[in-house]
């Protein structure tokens, strides 16, 4: 069944649902986005990505054309006119179409996108065995040029560092900072574990601040697990006891290898496994 598709309060099949070519959301990456996940038809932290969209708005100076209470009205309305209940939401929000000149003064009318479609998941034995994950040399954004934290429509500092990584047969990819520093992946953040303290680089190393992390940090902090946010560099990867990555699609999935390297002993750890189940759980409860 085609998706149905929210745009600005009607709902059009996937093929009728079209923004101009002129939107500047298209020709330069001017507006703002969440990758949302539903579980049994309720969607998992849902006004913390409403918060994180208009944070992200607000950073760039875009005005969103409602309020909260109807973009979360509008999220759950996409779900029940696609009948879907275990589904990725995508929200988009567009500076709106303008004129050939970058001036957002010059646009009119944002466009506010709803695409809530069946999710596509990692197979089963990455998070079974674990992933392979190479340090790319695409350095992540500075947070004075894009800020990481703002989920602009500009993905192409992660897609760079993603063509990097498949071209290597990974299909995640870590990248620094531009201090050296562990940034994120293109599309997760990363954990380490030393000696049974949990670790994750502080947001202002220049990351997205996952809405998994969060909830993964809660998790551990429950469950009377020490965690620490702060800079990290390829040696605390690499001397790891145990890796992996947080995101809405991808949950928590166990790395075991990054550049060639053995984490650990090369499985999935304990402290990674249990905070896997622990999420799996919240999520779906
Ligand atoms: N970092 C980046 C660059 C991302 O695009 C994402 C996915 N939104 C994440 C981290 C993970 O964030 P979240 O847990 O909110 O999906």
Redesign the pocket.
Known sequence: MPVQVYINGTFYDQADAKVSVFDHGLLYGDGVFE?LRSYGGKVFRLDEHIN?LWDSARAILLEIPMSREEMAQAINDSLAKNSIQDSYIRTIVTRGAGILGLDPNKTSDPQVIIIADSITLYPDEFYEHGLEIITVSVVRNHPEALN?RI?SLNYLN?ILAKIEGLRAGCVEALMLNHKGEVA??????IFLVHDGVLITPSVDVG??E????DAVIELAQKAGIEVRQHPLFKHDVYTADECFL????AEVVPVVKVDSRKIGDGKPGPMTRDLKDRFHLLART
């Open positions: 990758g994180r990481p989920k992660n994120e992946c293109t599309c997760d953040n990351i997205l996952g809405i998994t992390r947080t995101g809405t699609a």
